[in-house]
């Protein structure tokens, strides 16, 4: 699996939200490396791919804010190169932030900027690689983003899932990619405010480890293992290196 990751993601000067606290990326980084994975740093995405996702006018609006477009495009960057790695068959989480499950085609909220998912979704159907694609939103709030930017293409399915226990959590997945009878890729909106002692309050770390693994056989049984994952959520900093470990280790395999 590759790991995708650029160092200016540590810089927390583009924003002053949860998502761009200082410490943060570290802590995340902290549980994969060292680690069985080869880092790629990615290269911005252009303002053409973003158009894909997002109005004009907003991705103009954007532009004026130099510090965030510059850590936003990248990270978009970051999930269109997981995406394209993963359709060559090479499993890839993309550790980046600003977040973007709540970047919607005209907007964005939640510390999100853009769509970075979805986007790397619909750069690979522009590409004419993929047709299909099943989306799996472990996040503790919903993708709501993803699904707007997401909405004209029917083939493009995504799943939030909501439990009140992490067993029925983890039956609740299990259940829904079983049933899944066919898709080019699957991607994971890979937030970790779900964590029982984040603002999710429910799953623990090895639930995260089965999360991954359930993507993982998914992938297998359906599109020769085309997968990837993009970090989302995840404010619990001691616990947070630790959560993405486990969960790239079952996503991997
Ligand atoms: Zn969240």
């Not at 993601?9 to 990326?25: E, H, K, L, V, W």
């Not at 894909?52 to 907003?58: F, I, K, S, T």
Request: include cysteine.
């Amino acid at each position: 699996m590759k790991l995708i990751y650029d160092a200016r993601f540590q810089d927390s000067r583009y924003a002053t939200d949860n998502a761009a606290m200082p410490g943060r990326m570290e802590a995340a980084l902290s549980g994969l490396l060292p680690g069985p994975w080869d880092v790629v740093a990615p290269v911005p995405a252009t303002v053409e791919q973003l158009l894909l996702a997002h109005d004009e006018g907003y991705v103009q609006g954007v532009t004026g804010d130099a510090p965030r477009f510059a850590m936003a495009s990248l990270a978009a960057g970051g999930a269109i190169l997981a995406g394209r790695l993963a359709h060559g068959g090479e499993p890839a989480f993309a550790c980046v932030r600003p977040p973007g499950h709540h970047a919607s085609r005209m907007g964005a909220w939640g510390h999100c900027t853009f769509s970075n998912l979805a986007l790397a979704l619909l750069v690979l159907r522009a590409e004419g690689r993929i047709q299909s694609a099943f989306i799996l939103d472990i996040d503790a709030h919903t993708g709501d983003g993803t699904r707007d930017v997401l909405v004209h293409w029917p083939r493009a399915e995504v799943f939030n899932p909501f439990a009140a226990t992490p067993a029925e959590y983890l039956e609740l997945v299990a259940a829904r990619l079983a049933g899944l009878a066919e898709t080019d890729i699957i991607a994971v909106s890979a937030g970790f405010d779900a964590y029982r002692l984040d603002v999710g309050h429910k799953l623990d770390t090895p639930d995260f480890r089965r999360l991954g693994e359930l993507a993982r056989e998914a992938a297998r049984r359906l599109c020769r293992g085309r997968r990837f994952a993009v970090l989302e959520g995840g404010y619990y900093l001691p616990d947070l290196g630790a959560n993405v470990r486990a969960f790239c280790e079952g996503f991997a395999g």
